[in-house]
Structures are given as structure tokens and as C-alpha cells.
């Protein structure tokens, strides 16, 4: 049978009290009489005339000290006893309410809370339970709101790809090498989309191995150029990379590190007509800088708050067509995030925007 951490406290405590009651009251009975038989011999000595009375007063000794001991031995288990109960009460009360929140907590109740309590090892697991509640919560959160965008962002190409299939269904258009460029199209679309967001669940979750080590990323920046100056139009942008011949090295990973300047790359070549993109490299403190400058159509101050978010894009109705899913620079923050760095923005509309990301120096 198992016993109950209250049982075994009070259990604990009872032979406690049963083996200090036990030796003092025998410890006590056995040499009490002797030191009063030894008392009572010195008042002989010093001329006490006790030969009548001794044998009287030994008895007398004797039965006040069985009383006595009787009476401390009542109340003290009983004192004893009651504070025992109270005190493991006090602590399995205390574990009892925990377990119950946990389970609500368990059941679907994110913001169940362990109350804080005066024992500090309860109180100190209250706290960490706490502190994984709060970051369960918010992963929680996160993928609610994560799935409700994702809804949103699948509905609309499905719901265009099942209209020209019923309406080449139903014979009211012609099925023509356009109509299935534009299925095609539309479904190359949720395909990206769907990568897209793989990629970001794995980032937001911190799923996304990240190997950080000690590199010198002007190589990189030189291959990023040639990729893109072939991507320009003959009257398109024009791309510059000015970057010292010798940067300090930095810890990050290479490969996370490329899909970013990809993507700020990408956009800056499909929002920018004419003009120029810079890769512009740079120290400050204990950081390298990479700057990705467009003189493209810009970001309108109230928006630039939100470019980092998901899904978000500039002009809904038209980015949705040209295929931007609005996730590309959320990967990219949480990417420079998870190697210890960050991401900013600035932008003025018509003159052109600056990415700017910062990664720690070797
Ligand atoms: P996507 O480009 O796939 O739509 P991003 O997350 O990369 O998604 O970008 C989000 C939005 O930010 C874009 O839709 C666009 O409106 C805006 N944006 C990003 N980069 C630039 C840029 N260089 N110039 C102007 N707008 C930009």
C-alpha cells in the first residue's frame, strides 16, 4: 500500500515524538528515584532525622513523579500530535490545490496560475511551472493566430482555382492555354505558400537547426552579386556591393545568413524599377552590419512597423497576384534572431528602402 505524503509526515513526526517521549520518561525513571534516594541520604547526613518518614516519602516521590509524567506525557503527544497534523496539512493542502491547477492547466486553462507560497521549494516550483505556463500560453497563442492567417492566405487561391474549374465545368468559359496558366499559376502559389510557412512554423518554434560558426561572409556577398546581376533587366536597377576586401568574421550560419540576403535581395529587385541596390557592410561595436539599400518604391512610415509581420504585404491586392506571401521577411527577422543579431527598416515612399541586419563579430 502507498502512504500519502501527509501520512507519512505525520507518521514521521509521531516516532519522533515517540522516541524522545520514550527516552526521556525512561531515562528519567530510571535515575529520578536514585537522585531523590541520594538527596534524601545528604539531609541524613547533615543530621535530618528521616527513618520514619523515608520509606513514606519515597512512595510520595514516586507516585507525583508517575503523575507528573503521566500528565506531561498526555498533553505533550497531544500538543505534539495537533502541530504535526497542522503542519503537514499546511504542506499537502498546498500540493493538493497545485496538482488541481495543473490539471486545469493541463485541460485547455492557459492562464491558470500556481499561487506563490511561503515554503520557498514550493514557491520556487510555483515559479517554474509559471514561467513554462507563460511560454506555453504563448506558443499557444502563436499557433491560434498562426492558423487563422494561414486560413485566410489558402482561401483565396483555392477559391479562385474552384471557380474556373466550375466554370469550366459548367461550359461558361473556354478552356484555353491562359486559363490553364493561371490555375497553374494559383496553385504554384499555395505551393509556395505552403513551403513558406513550413519553414516559418520550424523558425517560430526554434525547430530550425542553426549551426553558428566562425565565418567570413565576403565570399557569400560575392556570389549573391554575381546571382542577382544576372537576374536584372538591361534597364533595370543596377547592383553594387561595397564591402572592404577584408571584413572581421562573424558567428552565424552561413546558409541561414544567404536566405536572408536572399530574400532582402528579391524584394529589393522586384520593388525597385531603376536606380541602384547596394550591399553596403559595416562595423559598429561588437557587430557587423549588412545593408541591403534600394532607391525602389518604399514603405509608407505607418507600414514600416509592420513589414516583419506575417503575411503582411504593402498592397494587399496586388501582391497576392504577383505571388508575395508576406512571410519572407518574418523568416528573415526570426532567422538573424535565433543567431543572436537583429533586423531593421527604414524607408521613405518613392526614394527607396534600407534592410539593415547586424550579426555578432568572431
Ligand atoms: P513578400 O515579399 O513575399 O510579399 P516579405 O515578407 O518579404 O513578403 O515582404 C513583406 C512586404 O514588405 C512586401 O509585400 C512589401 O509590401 C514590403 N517590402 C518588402 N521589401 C520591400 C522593399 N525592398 N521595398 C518596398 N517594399 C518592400
Known sequence: ???????????????????????????????????????LEGLENQGFDLIDVRAELVTGF???????????????????GGLSYWVSRRITQR?????????????????????????PE????????????ASLEGVEARRREVIGDMTHELRTPLTVVRGYLEELADGEIEASPEIYRRLARETKRLERLVNDLQELSKAEAGYLP?????????PLLESLMEKFTDQLLEDGPVLILKCPSVIP??????????????NLLGNAVYYTNEGSITIDVGTEASQLWIAVIDTGIGIAPENLSHVFER???????????SGGTG?????????????????????????????RFFLPLA
Open 62 to 80: 514516586e507516585l507525583a513523579w508517575q503523575r507528573s509524567t503521566l500528565w506531561s506525557v498526555l498533553v505533550g503527544t497531544t500538543a505534539a
Open 327 to 355: 512571410i519572407g521577411l518574418t523568416i528573415s527577422h526570426r532567422l538573424i534572431e535565433l543567431q543572436g543579431g537583429k533586423i531593421q527598416v527604414e524607408s521613405e515612399l518613392g526614394v527607396g528602402s534600407t534592410f
Open 311 to 321: 503575411f503582411w504585404r504593402a498592397d494587399q491586392s496586388r501582391d497576392r497576384h
Open 210 to 218: 542553426i549551426n553558428i560558426q566562425r565565418i567570413n561572409l565576403r
Open 122 to 133: 514550493l514557491s520556487g516550483l510555483s515559479a517554474s511551472f509559471n514561467r513554462m505556463a
Open 95 to 119: 500540493l493538493t490545490e497545485m496538482e488541481q491547477i495543473t490539471q486545469k492547466f493541463a485541460l485547455g486553462q492557459m492562464d491558470a496560475r500556481l499561487p506563490v507560497s511561503d515554503i
Open 249 to 262: 568574421p562573424v558567428l552565424a550560419d552561413i546558409d541561414r545568413t544567404e536566405q536572408v540576403l536572399v
Open 1 to 39: 500500500m502507498k502512504m500519502g505524503l501527509r501520512t507519512r509526515l505525520f507518521f514521521s513526526h509521531l516516532v519522533v515524538m515517540i522516541v524522545g517521549v520514550a527516552s526521556l520518561v525512561s531515562i528519567s525513571k530510571i535515575s529520578s528515584p536514585r537522585l531523590f534516594v541520594l538527596h
